[in-house]
Nanobody, 126 residues
Framework: QVQLVESGGRLVQAGGSLRLSCAAS????????MGWFRQAPGKEREFVAA????????VYADSVKGRFTISRDNAKNTVYLQMNSLKPEDTAVYYC???????????????????WGQGTQVTVSS
């Protein structure tokens, strides 16, 4: 069992930066695939970024590539999402998620992840 708690979301102006944190308890995050997803009002939850569990390979949605960075601090059992050059369209509730295993290309799909945090609101004003 893994418990995930996100933090760091807030109101920020366009062009600004935020760092979201996802602190885990119960299990070591390095054993899991870790993903960040987001959901805007009236829209489906969408993939943002993910990291493989052993090789720490990272993947990103095209919409955030070059602006967002996912990273992991094993000593703190925490995953981060550094978000730079924020845009109003980045406004959403951001969730972190963990999966012990994923199918081929499953790292991009929310239903492949077993454990979810409660979400943190990011609002980007224009």
């Amino acid at each position: 069992q893994v418990q995930l708690v996100e933090s760091g979301g807030r109101l920020v102006q366009a062009g600004g930066s935020l760092r979201l944190s996802c602190a885990a308890s119960g299990r070591t995050l390095s054993s899991y695939f870790m993903g960040w997803f987001r959901q805007a009002p009236g829209k489906e939850r969408e993939f943002v970024a993910a990291m493989s569990r052993s090789t720490m390979v990272t993947v990103y949605a095209d919409s955030v590539k070059g602006r967002f960075t996912i990273s992991r601090d094993n000593a703190k059992n925490t995953v981060y999402l550094q978000m730079n050059s924020l845009k109003p369209e980045d406004t959403a509730v951001y969730y972190c998620a963990a999966a012990y295993s994923v199918s081929n290309n499953g790292i991009y799909r929310p239903n492949e992840y077993t454990y979810w945090g409660q979400g943190t609101q990011v609002t980007v004003s224009s």
